[in-house]
Nanobody
Framework: QVQLVESGGGLVQAGGSLRLSCAAS????????MGWFRQVPGKEREFVAA????????NYADSVKGRFTISRDNAKNTVSLQMNSLKPEDTAVYYC?????????????????????WGQGTQVTVSS
């Protein structure tokens, strides 16, 4: 069982930056691939970024590539999402998710159905 708690959301102007963090409980964090998703009202939850168990492989949605960076610290049981050059269309609730398995690639980490555990979400609002 893994519990995930996101933090770092808030209100920022377009062009600004935010750093989201996700703290995971448990002693087996390094056995999980991790991902960030986002959702706006009336739309499906969409993939943002993923990182494999070791941090050696990452994957990004085209819409955030070059602006967002996912990273993890297995010693601290945390995964982060650094978001730069934010746009109003980045406004959403951002969710952290965990999938059990030491997969080398991030192929299995891009769909909501791939994940075993979810956080409660943190709101990110980007004003124009």
């Amino acid at each position: 069982q893994v519990q995930l708690v996101e933090s770092g959301g808030g209100l920022v102007q377009a062009g600004g930056s935010l750093r989201l963090s996700c703290a995971a409980s448990g002693r087996t964090f390094s056995s999980y691939g991790m991902g960030w998703f986002r959702q706006v009202p009336g739309k499906e939850r969409e993939f943002v970024a993923a990182i494999n168990w070791s941090g050696g492989n990452t994957n990004y949605a085209d819409s955030v590539k070059g602006r967002f960076t996912i990273s993890r610290d297995n010693a601290k049981n945390t995964v982060s999402l650094q978001m730069n050059s934010l746009k109003p269309e980045d406004t959403a609730v951002y969710y952290c998710a965990a999938k059990l398995g030491r997969y080398g690639s991030t192929y299995y980490l891009t769909r909501t159905v791939d994940y075993d555990y979810w956080g409660q979400g943190t709101q990110v609002t980007v004003s124009s």
